[in-house]
């Protein structure tokens, strides 16, 4: 069956450290989001990709980059990780058809810097 | 900025009791209205979802209403059981508008047996 995962579930990091995320859907969806999830919050949008080689910022962007080198993933990059990062991410995809369709979400990584 | 607001933040109602969630926001040219479930621990998933051209659409027991002309959706759930227990969602958007998407924070549910 097709899917969205995430890898690793957890992780546990230093400040200063780069820390990848790794994202990858088998649904062959053009669009792909990575979001941040902090205790007793919503989601807000860091990154999004409409497809191959296409990147743009979200809503909080900040000290967060991201690749599309191929339909099916999107890593998440955290140049320097900072102790105000410590969140849950979620990747998700959703279809062709910008802004209208229904995004599926992964299982989530919950990151912590020290 | 958009804004996006959901009402009430927090929501407890017995098993069989209906619930209802509003989400307002700003942005006129919003036309997909979704809500989304999470459960403690767990990824979001979308429950129901609705265009700009349909007011109202219904699932077995959940349903959606929208009101363009005052900016507002709304999530009606019937016959609430414990499962229905979780964070409830809205994320309105505009077409091409991921730069401007904003999830509202969230409301929970609690229903008691």
């Known amino acids: 069956d097709a899917e969205i995962t995430q890898s690793p579930r957890h992780k546990i990091t230093e400040t200063g450290r780069q820390v990848t995320l790794a994202c990858h859907q088998t649904?062959?969806?053009?669009?792909m989001f990575w979001y941040r999830q902090d205790l007793g919050h919503g989601l807000r949008l860091i990154h999004y990709s409409y497809g191959v080689h296409d990147t743009n910022k979200g809503e909080v962007s900040d000290g967060y980059s991201v690749s599309r080198s191929n339909t099916e993933d999107l890593p998440l990059t955290l140049e320097s990780a900072a102790s105000s990062q410590t969140s849950v991410y979620f990747c998700?995809?959703?279809?062709?058809?910008?802004?209208?369709?229904?995004?599926?979400f992964g299982p989530g990584t919950r990151l912590t810097v020290l | 900025g958009e804004n996006v607001e959901q009402h009430p933040s927090t929501l407890s109602v017995q098993e069989g009791d209906s619930a209802v969630i509003k989400c307002t926001y700003s942005?006129?040219?919003?036309?997909?209205f979704p809500w989304y479930k999470q459960e403690l621990g767990k990824r979001p998933q979308l429950i129901i979802d609705?265009?700009?051209?349909?007011g109202e659409k219904k699932d077995q027991r959940i349903a959606v209403t929208l009101n363009k002309t005052a900016k507002h959706f709304s999530l009606h759930i019937t016959e609430t059981q414990p499962e229905d227990s979780a964070v409830y969602f809205c994320?309105?958007?505009?077409?091409?508008?991921?730069?401007?998407?904003?999830f509202g924070a969230g409301t929970r549910l609690a229903v008691h047996p």
């Open positions: 994320a309105p958007i505009r077409p091409g508008g991921y730069n401007k998407l904003i």
């Open positions: 942005d006129s040219a919003s036309n997909y």
């Open positions: 998700a995809s959703s279809e062709e058809g910008k802004g209208t369709d229904t995004q599926y």
């Open positions: 649904w062959n969806h053009n669009n």
């Open positions: 609705i265009r700009s051209n349909v």
